[in-house]
């Protein structure tokens, strides 16, 4: 299917990506002025031929989305992002609670996952953070299937029954007692911390709560380098981000 008015897509040489919003008539991108009517005649993956240079042209996948989202806050990183899916079974027509926005990058790769039939409902503290947030998930138009709420995750009330939580703040063990019985029985959970004292904490808390098949483990990623005549890890790794902890809620 050629690109439809209103998709978000991207153009790449090989080396740079610019990105753009298609619409009909002319359209301002960064490296000059186009016509709208020109992408939309194409189809993902092929060729365009613009200010002296060859193009080819992609519909993003998730991984895509989450790299351009507009930054404020860290963001969690598609290794940690895919593990997270995948350990919570998240899949289409699920409602997810999300504690902490940041700048979307989690949020984007949920809704994704979810959707079309599925929501994700995101509890924020900071209105800084849920509006850049937002301002992302609406440029990609995932905004139908997402709602934002700003409160503390230690007292807010939260009129939802989720499939699963996810929780991306400093101390999460003080919010599981609030927010664990808006986790459907038998629902997962997962916590995202950068340090070991607060997976120590988290899974103690979770433990205790009779939560059951509890562990952490961190992502390592390293890309590996393949030239003629030499193939050899890179010599930078994607290394340390966060120690993840999953959980499942029993009766």
């Keep these: 299917m050629t690109f439809q008015n209103g998709e978000y897509i991207f153009m790449t040489d090989g080396k740079t990506r610019h990105w753009l919003k298609v619409s009909e008539g002319m359209m301002k991108i960064s490296i000059g002025t186009i016509d709208g009517s020109r992408i939309m005649e194409l189809d993902d993956g092929q060729k365009l031929s613009f200010a002296g240079r060859e193009f080819t042209l992609f519909r993003p996948g998730t991984a895509d989305l989450m790299g351009a989202v507009e930054r404020g806050a860290q963001i969690v990183t598609p290794k940690d992002a895919a593990t997270i899916i995948m350990n919570c079974d998240i899949k289409v027509g699920d409602t997810v609670l999300e504690v902490g926005a940041g700048s979307g990058a989690l949020t984007t790769a949920l809704i994704r996952a979810v959707m079309p039939t599925g929501n994700v409902h995101t509890l924020e503290l900071r209105e800084d953070y849920a509006e850049k947030t937002g301002k992302n998930i609406r440029r ?95 010599f930078g790794t994607l290394g340390h981000t966060a120690y993840l902890i999953f959980g499942r809620k029993i009766y």
């Design 140 to 234: 990609y138009g995932l905004d139908k299937f997402w709602k934002c709420q700003i409160g503390n995750a230690k007292d807010a009330k939260v009129d939802i029954v989720a499939d699963v939580l996810t929780m991306d703040m400093p101390d999460p063990w003080l919010a599981f007692e609030n927010l664990s019985k808006n986790l459907r029985a038998g629902g997962r959970i997962c916590v995202y911390v950068p340090n070991m004292n607060q997976v120590e904490d988290s899974v103690r808390k979770l433990r205790e709560m009779n939560f059951i098949e509890v562990f952490a483990l961190e992502n390592i990623q390293r890309e590996i380098e393949v030239h003629p005549g030499g193939v050899r890890p890179s």
